[in-house]
């Protein structure tokens, strides 16, 4: 006789006890988490792992043409290497680094943060197409489908604030 719960199916184990399967879905959560969060210190201050301090967003740069000025010769191209350098361009994607970098660490929003970190992979891979070294798999795509992921499992209850009240009784903030 199948069990009905209205929890995520691999949210708990047996009376709410925590399954290996959960802490590995909240370590990986963490994880993809500080990659946003990181890229968004990065851009933001200049610290030299992939922005050089003189090209930092504080020091006058943009944190979106580096990439996207890069595009110009890529099937949509035309369409991204135009966006490069716009302002509400690079305030929409450090936004979008640091909700979706904040959200997943601390285990808060993880439903909205996986959609809003899966909507910036998928552009960011468009941006690329074709890729060089594969027909259309990619990083991108492989930490979409695990954004995905830790949505459906309810990842941010685990090592999260997912567990708090607020966020229980508020279905966006899961």
């Given at each position: 006789m199948a069990a009905t719960s209205n929890r995520p199916v691999m949210e708990t184990g047996t009376a709410g006890a925590r399954r290996p399967v959960d802490y590995v879905w909240a370590v990986t959560?963490?994880?993809?988490?500080?990659?946003?969060?990181?890229?968004?210190?990065?851009?933001?201050?200049g610290w030299g792992f992939a922005t050089p301090a003189e090209r930092a967003w504080t020091a006058g740069?943009?944190?979106?043409?580096?990439?996207?000025?890069?595009?110009?010769?890529?099937?949509?191209?035309?369409?991204?290497s135009n966006l490069a350098g716009q302002g509400w361009v690079d305030w929409l994607f450090m936004a979008g680094l640091l909700g979706v970098g904040l959200a997943l660490v601390l285990g808060i929003g993880t439903r909205v943060a996986a959609g809003a970190g899966t909507a910036m992979l998928l552009l960011m891979w468009a941006a690329e197409l074709p890729l060089d070294t594969n027909p259309f798999m990619d990083d991108h795509i492989i930490y979409s489908l695990v954004l995905i992921g830790l949505a459906?499992?309810?990842?941010?209850?685990?090592l999260g604030l997912g567990n708090l009240p607020i966020v229980q009784?508020?279905?966006?903030?899961?």
């Open positions: 959560r963490i994880a993809i988490g500080w990659v946003f969060l990181w890229a968004f210190l990065d851009k933001t201050f740069g943009s944190p979106t043409t580096g990439f996207l000025k890069g595009t110009g010769e890529n099937a949509l191209g035309g369409f991204f459906l499992a309810g990842a941010g209850s685990t009784r508020t279905p966006w903030l899961k």
